[in-house]
Nanobody, 122 residues
């Protein structure tokens, strides 16, 4: 499975962005998917995850109510809608696929994209 993120960029605080993660492979619809982020000098942290069907979603407390994860299995794509962005949301955002255990832990995921930079100016 190959994952390619897009949609990052520079935005002012209070603005919004929508990240996309396009997956290759015919088994996309069977994978749970997650979004993580990593700021300079910090560990990679969980942002959001979604079950294979899209019926269950999970969020970090820091983004709950501002970010929305969704997926379109017909397009092999998962999205992260980010609203009310804050400077502390600045990071490289990664999508990941196929967790073998906890959705919240990076090392549980089998596949990773290359990341897309999100910068929020104050």
């Amino acid at each position: 499975v190959q994952l390619v993120e897009s949609g990052g960029g520079l935005v002012q605080a209070g603005g919004f962005l929508r990240l996309s993660c396009a997956a290759s492979g015919r088994t996309f619809s069977s994978y749970a998917m997650g979004w993580f982020r990593q700021a300079p000098g910090k560990e990679r942290e969980f942002v959001a995850a979604i079950s294979w069907s899209g019926g269950s979603t999970y969020y970090a407390d820091s983004v709950k109510g501002r970010f929305t994860i969704s997926r379109d299995n017909a397009k092999n794509t998962v999205y992260l809608q980010m609203n009310s962005l804050k400077p502390e949301d600045t990071a490289v955002y990664y999508c990941a696929a196929d967790p073998s255990g906890s959705y919240y832990v990076p090392y549980e995921y089998e596949y990773w994209g290359q990341g897309t930079q999100v910068t929020v100016s104050s």
